[in-house]
């Protein structure tokens, strides 16, 4: 069994009992579809019958964030090759051929297996899906996935830690070939709704179909809610690239309420940023959590003129002294709100086991909008930065720079092969640092010594999640649970015995591994 396995054994096999029913009530959907349960199963039967194209989906709940460093890729692989497996041409008459159409979802918190198409390809299709639950077979050389890329990586680990989510931006893979196959192989079987572990809703557009084929089979189990895994939602300054051209984040009560309410935050930021001639350029990217909607502002691209003064002055407006929310912005943003994005919320709401509303109201969204408010996530700026102590924030900040205090690597910079070498590594009780220096010549001997520092990086030893290596340049790059990151480049490693037995001593080759390289 691989590392941070599903703890999947012929014990948790389906038995014939069927799971009790779940407690909390599935959201009304009026007239977009209805609830059905078949042999503990959830059912969700659009209201779109069509005879030419059957729908028959699987969502589970599972996504990026529950996959941890050590089994990264796991879900991507899956989807690749789920996605192969079952887009094959099915036969569905004599000499006649079909190749159903389908879609892999792969989301932060959810994922979704979607077969569309004619009616026989489809339950071919379908048929072929639950046999790989059972036993799972799987093509290794399927391409994967792509990864979701997020607008603040950094600032999503202060709510849900470090994962496939907020790693995606990183040009690392977990493993591949036989290990990889394996990982995909046990996610799978986790996720077979028998078994009983993982909640889930199927989908389909034709009530007749409800319970067919291998989902008459029950669950072995209830299948279990996922407790909340995030952390402080307080208002807070996180580290951010000024090129990132973040603007502020926040997080509501899930549901439509806040989804309509990120719409209405759009449009406020947009006035300030207006004024600045950037408004254009705004973007809302919203991430539904099982436990928070979180949603970001950012520039789509930033060409300078968005810094720490510029984010003031959108918090100032829209979160320090804002003004009254007229009703005809709050009624321009609902009208935004259709059919679809019932039906995502509804499906949202009852695979995570959560409650919540899919009609949005114009109270609820100035109640969702007053949480936005209260949970603002600034970059942390020079600007930025007296809000720690003028209003609370949290501050997720670097420590501060040691002065003197360094063990060099090096005698002179010609030791150096570009910038991404450290010119010296600390080590202290909670940390591994990497410094950068400017260089001088000085002394009789016209020595070159280090002058000032040029850069400074460091992790938290205690908390590391992950140990990447790039091949090509032999270094190893450390990730703490902050995402902050230190390269160590192995020749300078292995050329001090006294640093590498430290290294060992705290754990590094114990951490999960990742490699640098195009992913597949």
């Known amino acids: 069994m691989s590392d941070g396995a599903y703890g999947i054994s012929s014990a948790n096999a389906p038995t014939a009992s069927a799971s009790p029913a779940p407690s909390t009530q599935p959201p009304d959907l009026g007239d977009v579809g209805t609830w059905a349960s078949a042999a503990g199963h959830d059912w969700l039967v659009l209201a779109d019958p069509d005879p030419e194209q059957l729908l028959l989906a699987a969502y589970f709940d599972y996504g990026l964030v529950d996959e941890p460093p050590a089994r990264l890729d796991a879900a991507a692989r899956l989807c690749g090759a789920l996605r192969a497996e079952l887009q094959r041409p099915i036969e569905v008459g004599v000499g006649e051929v079909s190749v159903p159409e389908v879609a892999l979802e ?57 994962t496939a989510m907020n790693l995606a931006d990183m040009p690392i893979h977990g493993p591949d070939g036989e290990a990889g196959r394996l990982l995909s192989h046990e996610l799978l079987a986790h996720l077979d709704p028998r078994r009983g572990e993982v909640r889930h809703v199927f989908i389909t557009n034709d009530p007749a179909l409800v319970g067919v084929g291998w989902t008459a089979d029950p669950p072995a189990a209830a299948p279990p809610t996922r407790p909340a895994v995030y952390l402080d939602r307080r208002p807070a ?18 549901g439509a309420d806040a989804y309509v309410a990120g719409f209405v935050m759009q449009s406020l930021i947009a006035g300030p940023l207006d004024r600045l001639g950037m408004q254009a350029r705004l973007g809302y990217e919203y991430i539904p959590l099982r436990d928070a909607f979180y949603c970001c502002f950012a520039l789509n691209t930033n060409d300078g003129r968005l810094g720490g003064k510029e984010v003031m002055a959108v918090h ?30 509804a499906l949202r709401l009852r695979t995570s086991g959560r409650a919540g509303n899919v ?22 700026r020079d600007e930025t930065e007296p809000l720690a102590e003028q209003a609370g924030y949290l501050l997720w900040k670097h420590i501060d720079e040691p002065e003197d205090d360094f063990t060099l690597l090096h005698d002179g910079p010609q030791h150096r092969r570009d910038d991404g070498h450290p010119d010296a590594i600390k080590l202290t009780a909670h940390q591994i640092q990497a410094h950068q220096f400017k260089w001088e010549q000085r002394g009789l001997t016209r020595r070159w010594l280090p002058a000032r520092s040029a ?14 290596y790039d091949p090509s340049d032999q270094y190893l790059e450390l990730i703490d649970d902050r995402l902050r990151t230190v390269n160590l480049y192995w020749d300078e490693v292995a050329a001090h015995p006294q640093l590498r037995a430290e290294l060992e001593r705290r754990g590094i080759w114990r951490l999960p591994r990742g490699t640098f390289g195009l992913i597949q």
């Open 106 to 162: 792969l989301e932060p918190s959810m994922l979704g297996v979607r077969i569309r198409g004619r009616r026989a390809a489809v339950l071919g299709a379908w048929t072929h899906l639950g046999e790989l639950f059972a036993r799972p077979d799987l093509p290794s050389n399927a391409p994967l996935l792509p990864r979701q890329v997020n607008a603040w990586d950094r600032d999503l680990a202060t709510h849900a830690g470090v």
């Open 237 to 254: 300054l996180v580290l951010c690239p000024p090129d990132d051209g973040v603007v502020l984040s926040a997080t509501a009560t899930p």
């Open 316 to 345: 100032d407006a829209v979160v320090a002294h804002p003004r009254p929310v007229h009703d005809t912005l709050i009624e321009r943003a609902l009208e935004l709100y259709g059919p679809s994005e019932t039906v995502d919320n």
């Open 359 to 380: 009609q949005p109201t114009a109270d609820g969204v100035r109640r969702a909008l007053a949480e936005i408010r209260a949970s603002v996530h600034l970059p942390l």
């Open 455 to 468: 850069g400074f990086r460091w992790v938290d030893s205690t908390r590391l999640v992950m140990a990447c």
